[in-house]
């Protein structure tokens, strides 16, 4: 059974330092995966899609690795800031259909 | 573009009662879901459709109905609801098949009391 896990659960920093965020899974036959951000109380913000056969994809200051074969992607955050507190949710699809969602990591950003 | 909404925002049900939640999705998206987050849990699958008229069970789908009766449409129901069925429920769509990126509603929070 595919299970992902994600390290540190929380994350507190001073604004504009540089962070990653990690996440692993154990079964390596995924098709993509996808990190989100969710702020208190609202829905799932998609940020940042990477398929299978890809290794990087960037947006902006967020930047997302994948490396299929140990199971692992990392989530780079460049330069906090405060707005970037949030929960990040790592997620992987199988078999083309539903996610299997990581417990996320809590990030804050003190000004 | 709305993308995925949901109706309700909130709800608080005694148990026993019965309802549906409705999520809609105006991207032409094939395939559609039902999410629950629980704390401590994450988020679970409960139902999903890979297309209109077909629906088939995820995770955790005991307690739960769905239709898929329009493409843009999936309702999931609660005949009888219990407390455990307490949690927030995120509908969530893609393009076609899993490969391709999901898109959230703004989720529903449910309470049973």
């Known amino acids: 059974k595919q299970e992902v896990t994600q390290i540190p659960a929380a994350l507190s920093v001073p604004e504009g330092e540089n962070l990653v965020l990690n996440c692993s899974f154990t079964d390596s036959a995924i098709y993509n995966l996808q990190w989100f951000r969710q702020d208190p109380g609202k829905g799932l913000t998609s940020l940042l899609l990477i398929q299978s056969s890809q290794r990087e994809q960037t947006s902006g200051r967020l930047n997302a690795s994948l490396d299929k074969s140990s199971g692992r992607s990392t989530l780079y955050i460049a330069a906090s800031q405060p707005g970037d507190s949030a929960t990040y949710l790592c997620a992987v699809s199988l078999a083309g259909t539903a996610l299997i969602f990581g417990k996320g990591t809590t990030l804050s950003v003190s000004s | 573009n709305a993308g995925v909404t949901q109706t309700p925002k909130f709800r608080v049900l005694k148990t026993g009662q019965s309802m549906t939640l409705l999520c809609a999705q105006d991207?032409?998206?094939?395939?559609m879901y039902w999410y629950r987050q629980d704390p401590g849990m994450g988020l679970r699958l409960i139902h999903y459709?890979?297309?209109?008229?077909?629906?088939a069970k995820g995770e955790v789908p005991d307690g739960y109905n769905v239709s898929r009766l329009k493409k843009q449409n999936f309702l999931l129901g609660l005949e009888s609801a219990a407390p455990s069925q307490t949690s927030v429920y995120f509908c969530a769509s893609s393009y076609r098949t899993g490969a391709n990126e999901q898109f959230f509603g703004p989720g529903t929070r449910l309470t049973v009391l």
């Open positions: 459709s890979v297309g209109e008229g077909t629906t």
């Open positions: 991207m032409n998206h094939e395939y």
